[in-house]
């Protein structure tokens, strides 16, 4: 009989396989809870980066015109590799011609803003970044931004820096680009 008792036991001991697949099922479910919360705080993160990204831009063109007295290349519209030389501080650049740093870039990594292979500054998308000017010294920018994010018209600023969500993407979701658009007038 102690033996019958001893082995009952034991038996008890382990799992039957009804409760590892139920262990297994629970373990899924709050996986699958987990999954969206990662995507939306790495989505936060990057929504961060682009802001952050905007403002520096725009804090590096005006530090430009304080230093020279104009607003470099004031036809650009996007912040493209011309651009990042005048603002990096590159050697040969005749229009910054004393090497100033205005902004440090460093190359675009998945997930991260940087500068593309072309040498373009691109948000942490992978979208160029967009940019206008008060070109004619009036203190207002006629348009800046672009639907499905914001779009201003008559802007009181010298400058203005944006990321067009829509660039890069395949399969616009307008509510995602919406979460996604950056400025540095907001």
Known sequence: MNRQKSHTSKARLAFTLIEL????????ILASLLFPAAGSAIDSARRTTAKNDVVQIATAVTGYETEYGRL??????TVDKDLVNILSGQSGNTNNPRQIVFMEFSEAKKGRSGTNSNGDYVDPWGAIYQIAFDDNNDHTIA???KAPGPKVTNLRKRVAVWNDVTLGTDNPNTAKQQRRTVTSWE
């Open 72 to 77: 470099p290349l004031p036809n650009k519209t």
């Open 21 to 28: 697949l139920v262990v297994i099922a629970i373990i899924g």
């Open 143 to 145: 348009s800046a931004g």
